[in-house]
């Protein structure tokens, strides 16, 4: 079913009648696209579904394209990123043309949709320049950091799973929670796996976030168990290029209190309730979407 | 009327409870406001007609942002430009909540406005794309150049205007022929300032856009004219910073020629074009906006 989301991406992309254009989105990995797989699970693949996973799919890539460019990222997806290959510039270019025709044809779908979408586009902004902003310095606040991932990542997976219970005329607010649930645990996953996953480089974990200033939720769990004078032996490690034996520092200390286990428990929450709003709802598809998550990398 | 319009971006800015993002947007000089002041003249100040100015305001403003990313401009209307003040990062991020915002208000007008406008800034996102492309080589184009000014300034001053006749109940047509008239004409004079305004600095025309690869319409008319051996040495100067006689050779040749004079000639001809239209409708407002425009810097 999502070929015929790729098709209509591809179609709302050569309307714009520039082949320059064109060539850069295509070499735009097209990645798992979950908020299509999502929409088209709960609302089938009529037109209007297919159209509106379109248009979030397009909205995903421009963020990324932007994101990458705030991030200085080099590549995306295991590959080059845009920036890395065309520059800086043509990723923000191409991303604001992506943009705007998401939302040029936007506003031909039902109107409760084009609210939703384009309100987790303000969230999605807003939480993308949070993001930044919160790694100038060592962040302490759970809620700060749920609040951020929520706006960054979940806002756009939340209004997709509305928006298709609305085309789908399906009861909105539990695709709602389960779409708000799924971002936010996903993001959660997302930076465990910054401090679990071994780099390709190093052979272990290269503490990407920390390094970029971004104290992700193991980071705060951690702080708020260590002693003070751990306390602060963290602080002066953040948003530094760390050396190997304060690397393994970290790490000994997430293990030794057990930290990555909590915020994985926490992730795993999030799904768990989203899996048992499906189940209620008869939606098997959700739940094993859902289910696969847990299972991604771990 | 315009204080409407000003009160009514503000309140925007300030639904998002972001006081850091309101803070960089405070910062963005206003400038003349012409496609508000444009709508207000077309369709009076009813709610609508504030917010949808409001709206074209914003979007411009998140364009401008991006743009001088893209320039890498330092200045904007005489200011230290935002990219300047605050780094590009933050001059992207803050366009791209402009934007969005601006579109998510945009849904709950007109829906044949919306359109106008979201298909707008599909143009000049475009527009500003062709803007950079086409300064990597020697334009000779009439033609490609007019398209490319008409997408990055003019669709959105056309749409502007469009708009505020729907909003009136006013015959659409003569207005968007309006606004596209004056927004070409506008970037048009635009280019040409470039060639024969002093620059602070130097006491003479900089002739800026040449050296950043930008071929307007007076370079076009002037190769057009050249005997083959100054035309190859016109190019050859292309996108160089130029030396003083060079410089001068290129202000004797528009002189030689009176090419400053034609391009002028055909800026006012379309300004003529759009006077001529709001005389016959009786609309001595938009007529009188149009002939400021021509007075403008000469």
Known sequence: MLEAVERKIEQYVLDLNEPDIAKVVSKIPAGKRLRAKLMLEIAGNGLSVVKSAAIVEMIHAASLLHDDVIDDASTRRGVDSINAIFGNKSAIMVGDVLYSKAFYELIDIDRFVAKSISNAVVQL????????????????DKAAYIEMIYQKTAALIEAASESAAILAGKPKDIYKTYGRNLGIAFQMIDDILDIVSDSKTLGKPALNDFKEGKTTLPYIYLYEVLNTEDKEKLKSLHKRALKLNEQEWILAKFKEYNIIEKAKQEAFELINEAIEIMQKAGEHGLEAIAIKMVDRSF
């Open 125 to 140: 902004s807003i939480g993308e320049r949070k993001d930044v902003y919160m790694g100038d310095s060592f962040n302490t």
